[in-house]
């Protein structure tokens, strides 16, 4: 056994534990020391797909002292217009510079790849074996708790017949010899990026057939950028939607009325809520399929057929099935953020989970109570249906209420590309963004207290203090 010393153990550098660190490092004379069962920084990416981009600005996604990218907009391209989105390759170079320059050699942080962490204080070395323990009572730091599901590492969700092709998405960019015919599997963000890669590497979209078992309602990129006018507006825009539905899903209508909500079908009300983002070019590649299946989800993969829960398709005799339906984002019961038994990381803001990972850091770097920390920090879920996107929007407000309060946190917050409703000091006197806050402050109690309605809450989240 190898006994090391730190005030903290971060089990998990991908996204959330990197976040974190990175914050409180920087408000706190501390140690640390992290752990991962991955030989590097950097989390699911590092199992990503090749062809994955950010499906946000990459101002939104990593840590707060660094940002991903150079903050620059698109000049040239279906997104002119739009923030940069870093691909893969990019996301998984700054994780490493992040734990290399910025981590390590601050020299508050240690770092053990290839290694479980066994319970408690304790991990043990994937490729040596060797045990380790941190002494003392270090805080444990869980960055886990909801760390996605993927198809690079998660087996099909249905039996495979011998013979027949299936592959995991990440497998699709290397395939040896084209196909007849393509079957994507899956509804989520993973499975419009396989469908859109097909088209634009010139598969006639009559090639592909698309097992849909949901329809998802996605976010307009456009509207979810980083410029305060912009993001604030879509808040107004949603706050206002939320005032006058009339269910989970009217209020989806009214959004996709707004050009904050888009779906794929528009004869289709769709179930399912992720709601990631998706660009008008996307949407018009996805809009050339037109062999959609709509008989719930695979069960088994026999040659030249598919069993689904409602029913059976024939496919072609050298069909590829393409796997994209690991379960994603996981949906796992909120918790205190702050627990006797460890400090576990999850959204606080709605979405934006790397936000969410650095106010966790500050707010544990900068205060001293565990029940004042999980009052300022209460935890939002991730969403599935439209009304858990709405329960998720009433619980970032009322975190956002708590945090925002709170003029040390605003002022750190107002200054950190991560969060996507920060409004910089030198824009505080814009005449655009001043309209979109005034705005969100004519709608946001109302229409929150209405999305608390919609999603089944006994009790509305309370507005702004002060």
Known sequence: ???????????????????????????????????????????????????????????????????????????TGPETGLHERARAPEVCAYYAQVMRDRLLGSGKVSFFPDCDHVGGARFVSRLSGRRYEVRGRPRVVDARYLSPSIPATSPAPFGVADGVRVVPVNDLAGLDGSASQYVVVGSGKTATDACVWLLDNGVDPGAIRWVRPRDPWMFNRAVVQPNPAVFIGTAADTAAAALEAESPDDLFLRLEAAGVMLRIDRGVTPTMAVAPTLAQWELDRLRTIEDVVRLGHVRHAEPARLVLSEGEIATARDAVIVHCAASGLRQEPLVPIWDTEAITLQPVRAGFPCFGAALAGYVEATRDDDVEKNRLCPPSPFSNTPADWARMQALGYRASASFGAESDIKAWADLVPLNPARVPPETADDVEVTAAVDRLRRYAAPGMARMAELAGMSEAPPGPRG
């Open 1 to 75: 056994m190898t006994t090391l010393d730190a005030d903290y153990l971060v089990v998990g550098a991908g996204a959330a534990g990197m976040a974190f660190v990175d914050a409180l490092i920087d408000h706190a004379d501390v140690s640390v020391a992290m752990v991962d069962r991955r030989p590097g920084a950097g989390g699911h990416w590092l199992d990503a797909y090749p062809f994955v981009r950010l499906h946000q600005a990459s101002e939104f996604y990593g840590v707060a002292s660094t940002l991903l990218g150079a903050g620059l907009v698109q000049r």
